[in-house]
């Protein structure tokens, strides 16, 4: 009978004093998901200092497993304790199957969504004794999003133009699709509002790459024009992110303005010249830039112009564009309608005579 009671006396203290490691709580940083930094646990030990080692997973919303861990021997001593994985050796550490879990493995860090994790401490050595937390948790997704091109306020002269956009990570994650739609801009409207009311031009919907072509079969966009687009990305079907709306435009054509410098008469040994958007244009084959060209303005009567006494303000502005060519700005002479004649002196004494007429 007394060997029973001091049986049973030793039976109760060891529980007892084994019964008094308790986990406080446990937290899992799902941006940090490595075997030394994904894990923090308070725990409590009444008793005297034991082994015990820590496992656990962590499952999906949907159940499926994501992690499954296995810890060494840790010497817990009495009172309470913080503890990081890093303190912890891992003799298990699986990742699941699924693409969630791959992701984990390969990025070292959980992707968007609701998970829960339940951990266990037990005794390294034999014994009854166990404790276990389990809480829910919500990992959420760090990733930016932004437009590229067109930049916002751009003028651009593509009317069939890729759109680009980027991502922080690189590419979309897995699971997760982004969808990007480009509207026209109405007047008097800004961006977010032609995105919300406007008819999209086009919808690129599940996008991987962060360039997207101008879709085939879809018109080109109107020159002249004002259009809006932005990015966003979904996770089971709810928007976790968007980039914001920009806008650009598209150049108005441009109308071929008649050339104010007709020519209508030349002579030039070793020049060509021709007349384009309003300026004039020489080469001289085989010159060097550096020899520089001087200008001057004749009447069609053959008499050298002069400021002081005809509406001729200053010589013509020349400018040395290459290796002998050279770009003849008629406008700061001030030049009315009518015949004039052009005298070219080189640099190296030869000379280029042209007649040309200004018609407006």
């Known amino acids: 009978m007394r060997l029973f009671a001091l049986t ?18 446990s937290t899992i940083d799902p941006q940090l998901f490595t075997s030394g930094s994904f894990l923090q646990v308070s725990i409590s030990n009444g008793g005297p200092a ?43 550490f699986a990742f699941g199957a699924d693409q969630r879990s791959r992701t984990a493995a390969l990025e070292g860090r959980l992707p968007a969504g609701n998970y829960t994790f339940c951990i266990k401490v037990s005794p390294a050595q034999d014994g009854e004794f166990q404790d276990e937390f ?46 990007a739609l480009l509207v026209p801009l109405t007047p008097g409207a800004d961006a977010y509002q032609a ?6 031009i086009f919808v690129a919907d599940h996008l991987q790459r962060t360039v997207i072509p101008y879709p085939m079969g879809v018109q080109n966009l109107e020159r002249g024009r ?15 992110d968007r ?23 030349s002579h030039a040994s070793d020049a060509v010249v021709d007349a384009v958007d309003h300026r004039l244009y020489i080469r001289y084959d085989g010159q060097s830039g550096a020899a520089g060209v001087v200008c001057k303005v004749i009447r069609s009567n053959g008499t050298l112009t002069d400021p002081r006494t005809s509406d ?19 406008a700061p002479c001030g030049l009315g309608i009518g015949e004039y004649a052009l005298t070219v002196l080189s640099g190296t004494n030869r000379t280029a005579k042209l007649r040309f007429r200004i018609t407006e």
């Open 134 to 179: 389990c809480d829910a948790f919500q990992a959420e997704d760090r990733l930016f999003m932004d437009l590229v091109y067109p930049y916002d306020g751009d003028t651009i002269d593509e009317v069939r133009p890729s759109l680009s956009w980027s991502i922080t990570s690189g590419k979309v994650p897995p699971g997760q699709v982004v969808k």
């Open 312 to 330: 001729l303000a200053v010589d013509p502005a020349v400018r040395n564009t290459g290796p002998g060519l050279y770009e003849v700005d008629l």
């Open 243 to 265: 980039t914001e709306a920009w806008k650009f435009c598209v150049r108005k054509p441009r109308t071929p303005n008649p050339d104010r410098y007709v020519l209508v008469g």
């Open 195 to 200: 995105i919300a009311a406007a008819r999209p």
């Open 8 to 25: 049973l006396i030793a039976m109760l203290f060891s529980a007892g004093s084994v019964a008094q490691v308790t986990i406080i709580g």
């Open 50 to 92: 034991i082994p015990v080692v820590f496992s656990g997973e962590v499952r999906s919303k949907d159940g499926v497993h994501v992690l499954i861990f296995r810890s060494g021997p840790y010497g817990l001593g009495s009172g309470l304790h913080q503890l990081r994985s890093s303190a912890l050796v891992m003799q298990q």
């Open 226 to 240: 004002c259009y809006a687009w932005q990015a966003e990305r979904f996770l089971e079907g709810a928007s976790i």
